[in-house]
């Protein structure tokens, strides 16, 4: 039986009051970190009159679905000129490394005389939910490998002690239909903090699923799932896809299992994306955007106990 997630309605969207100049619209990429019970800090990324993302949050209690606190100051701002984050902060997950918290982001640079593109950073998540920019150096940066842009990594430890990450790479800003080309590949660290890539993780079809991002991985029986942003390169919004993988490194697309798709009416009824899996009291919840690239807020999904867990 294919799985299916049960829609539970917008869960938030940045209010109308006045607020903070840096959190303008958008309440994209979501991230939740456990608070305590129930109660989730929800990290986003949020925009300013200049299209420049920084991060916000606001506590949830994700059961009762009910907004605890709406935070309206920045946690962490976008850099300076000539940063490689200068023109905005688009966040991934968090992982542990010898008891330190860090947050992954995609580091956002738009020069003038040139295309858009990104590098990997790292914050520090310290225990008061505080956040600290690590280095004012990619922990991932374009190479040979790499060669024009990187997003949104995701890093999961694996039972070895090894951890590993899946983040997008951009291989050409056209693939011949006027759409990018954006896959999303493969690295492994044995510290944390080195990486070594492995290139191509998840495969592609130009026309059918070629710009990927923000991939979302969990664990199940038989290995790994993983759901992420895509686009066709036909001229549709972005959906949200899904991958299955026995070892973490070699994926099957698995586009007709998605389990979730555009509503017919209202906020998530253009385009999903961004989407971030979790587990919490033993359900399975997504947190994703719609609409204008989270410009209407995030909602959450449930996959329900009878769905096919793998």
Not at 154 to 164: E, F, P, S
Request: glycine share 10%; hydrophobic share 35%; charged share 20%.
């Amino acid at each position: 039986m294919k799985q299916k997630w049960q829609k539970l309605g917008l869960l938030y969207s940045l209010s109308k009051t006045s607020r903070h100049p840096k959190l303008i619209s958008h309440a994209a990429n979501p991230l939740p970190v456990l608070i305590e019970g129930d109660i989730y800090r929800i990290f986003f990324s949020a925009r300013d009159s200049d299209n420049r993302s920084s991060v916000a949050a606001v506590d949830i209690d994700i059961v009762k679905r009910k907004i605890i606190r709406e935070h309206s100051q920045l946690f962490f701002e976008h850099g300076p000129e000539g940063s490689f984050y200068a023109d905005g902060v688009s966040i991934g997950n968090c992982y542990e490394v010898n008891g330190i918290q860090y947050m992954l982001f995609m580091g956002w640079q738009t020069p003038k005389a040139g295309h858009w593109r990104g590098d990997i950073g790292r914050l520090t998540l310290n225990s008061d939910l505080s956040l600290e920019l690590e280095s004012k150096t990619p922990i991932m940066g374009s190479d040979d490998a790499d060669p024009l842009s990187l997003s949104y990594p995701w890093v999961l430890k694996n039972d070895t002690g090894v951890y590993n990450m899946w983040y997008g790479s951009t291989c050409t800003w056209d693939a011949g239909n006027g759409e990018m080309l954006h896959t999303i590949n493969f690295a492994t660290s044995t510290d944390g903090h080195h990486w070594y890539k492995h290139g191509l993780a998840v495969p592609y079809e130009v026309g059918v699923a070629q710009a990927f991002s923000r991939p979302t991985v969990t664990r199940n029986k038989g290995g790994y799932d993983m759901w992420f942003s895509y686009r066709s390169g036909l001229g549709e919004t972005y959906r949200i896809g899904h991958a299955l993988s026995k070892d973490g490194k070699n994926w099957r697309l698995d586009l007709d299992g998605t389990g979730i798709d555009v509503s017919l009416h209202g906020w998530d009824s253009e385009m999903i994306e961004y989407p971030f899996v979790f587990d919490h009291k033993g359900e399975r919840y997504m947190l994703y955007n719609g609409n204008g690239f989270g410009k209407t807020g995030f909602g959450l999904a449930v996959m329900p106990p009878t769905a096919d867990k793998h």
